[in-house]
């Protein structure tokens, strides 16, 4: 079915799982091919099931009853090729940033409504990301060491070049010369290689942009 987003769920609650199927099941641009109690049971199912073949789009449950991390879930799946979406009963600000900073391509608590969390899916899937109030939060109040604290002028030249502006570009958006724009965008790369998080590329800049969700205003 060309255009079908196929989607899987980890979660080890049997009354979502239940709950989900029916769900999905009457959205027509959606597809759930699989569903587990663990990432390790997704990824190698027992015989005599099929191998797994990667979902466009993970649901993975932040806490799971075989004590595995969540950051190592997320790295699992998105080594196996799927994107992420992380869903969870309470809105943990510290593991909402530590999800989207292992990968996961956003943060739902389960409490939403169905066309907040397909909406979440396709922008998942499209690659956009999901941004939610959750993680809206979560960012805002993040004081971690590991979050740099950019200036107006600063975070405005990093969204604009990592959206894919040339400098130039940038530049002459802010009203500054390009010498300028490029020594806000050194000093940039400098915070976050001080912070532990080091931005060689414009790949690497956009990465941060959306880890931090600078972009959500």
Same mark, same amino acid.
């Given at each position: 079915m060309a255009g #079908?987003?196929? #989607?899987? @769920? #980890?979660?080890?609650?049997?009354? @979502?799982t239940d709950g989900m199927r029916s769900w999905l099941g009457d959205q027509p641009q959606l597809r759930l091919v699989s569903t587990a109690a663990t990432v390790g049971r997704l990824l190698e199912p027992a015989p005599p099931a099929a191998p797994y073949a990667p979902a466009d789009v993970v649901l993975l449950d932040l806490r799971l009853r075989d004590d595995s991390t969540p950051g190592e879930n997320i790295r699992r @799946?998105?080594?196996s090729g799927s994107r992420v979406l992380v869903i969870s009963t309470v809105p943990d600000r510290t593991q909402v940033i530590a999800s989207i900073r292992a990968g996961a391509d956003g943060y739902l608590t389960k409490d939403n409504d169905l066309p907040t969390l397909v909406a979440a899916i396709e922008d998942v899937a499209a690659g956009r990301g999901a941004h939610s109030p959750e993680l809206a939060f979560a960012c805002a109040h993040d004081d971690s060491p590991s979050r740099p604290r950019l200036s107006p002028r600063e975070r405005q030249v990093l969204l604009d070049y990592a959206s894919g502006m040339t400098l130039k570009s940038a530049a002459r958006r802010a009203g500054i010369t390009v010498h300028t724009a490029k020594d806000y965008l050194n000093r940039v790369k400098a915070k976050y290689r001080q912070a532990g998080r080091p931005t060689y590329t414009k790949i690497d800049l956009a990465r941060v942009v959306r880890e931090d969700s600078l972009d959500d205003g």
């Open positions: #079908v987003i196929t #989607v899987a @769920l #980890v979660d080890d609650d049997r009354m @979502l @799946l998105l080594h």
